[in-house]
């Protein structure tokens, strides 16, 4: 869902597992500098896209072969990661790509099965939904939003940078040549029964998933950033609808906020926690996660305690030791240097390493690859 709700949620056990689990190139979260951010710095999951030639109808009945054929993705768990329960019903993606489309499938366990939001960009995430987030150029910025209900009505929006960095959504703006399909396994807006799934297919042009610059398709390897959410309402029938439970006050129950890879926070416009899209043209192809993205989380502890010192003080930190962060650090075994370059008002932090490309972040959390 859109709402911007960033804040930083207090760590919790059984994460540096998960991220020696990646190697030895991956940060030591038990250093000082990540100390309350681990939830922050779990490795994202990452899909293989296959490529597929096979013309494939948006119905969701998932009929054709290759739809067969794909792999799906883990299944969701809560926004915030390992410390809260597994969500109640299974959902689960796969994909596959051509040379011009995106094709995204999702099925969703669901025993009621309602949608009252009926109009396009309405917000659709006032109903159950599910949610599709890409960053094209994984730079945390520039990035697009998807949301479809049971009845197939699309909320599609464009953001600049994140609301955290002031940024606003784009509501006007449209994925031009979206196709989509639902295909519910139960009935619709019917209370007394009960369902099983329901199952979004969509093809997003490849061409569309751009703002203001030119379009390249992918090549063997590309990477994009990519996350899918699914909102979840608690409720209860009354006479022909379900109606969402209320607390005390008489306000709405939170919704539940289930995704493919945790972000670890209540946002999912954090867009650095996205799981990672590989595109290939060849079978067998594994993800593993490469080396520049590894050396990337140094730039983000960067800039997250740029913002809490910030917050702190009313400005940026001038230098690293303020923020605690050692300038040397080692990524596998490759030796990498940090340097922070900073006003009251503005930051950039750079990370080098002999033989690799410089990598920049900026106080708005924009994150580049610098040419040599």
Known sequence: MTLSRSFFRRPFTGLLPLFLGLGAATPVLAQAPFAGLEELFTPPKGYVVQHTSQPLTMDGNLQESDWQKAAWTTDFVDIEGAKKPLPTYQTRVKMLWNDSTLFIAATLQEPQIWAYQTHHDDIIYKDNDFEVFIDPDNNAHQYFEVEVNAINKIFDLYLPKPYRDKGDALISWDVAGLRSGVA????????QDQDKSWTVEMAIPLKAVRMGFPWQPPTEGTLWRINFSRV??????????????????????????????????????YPERWGYLQFTRQANTTWQMPQAE??????????????????????????????????????GKQANQLQLAATPYQ?????????????????????????P
């Open 347 to 371: 930051f950039t932090a750079t990370i080098t390493a002999a033989g690799s490309a410089a990598i920049r972040i900026n106080d708005e959390g924009l994150i580049e690859t610098l040419k």
């Open 184 to 191: 519910i396994n139960g009935t619709l807006n019917q209370p």
């Open 232 to 269: 979840e309402w608690d409720t209860k029938a009354e006479g022909d609808k379900n109606v969402k439970l209320q607390d005390a006050a008489g306000k709405d129950l939170p919704e539940h906020n289930w995704v493919w890879s945790p972000q670890g926070v209540i946002n999912m416009h």
């Open 294 to 331: 590894l050396r990337k989380q140094y730039l983000w502890l960067v800039y997250y305690r740029q913002q809490e010192f910030r917050k702190k003080t009313g400005k940026y930190a001038a230098t690293l030791a303020e923020l605690k962060i050692k300038p040397q650090t080692t990524v």
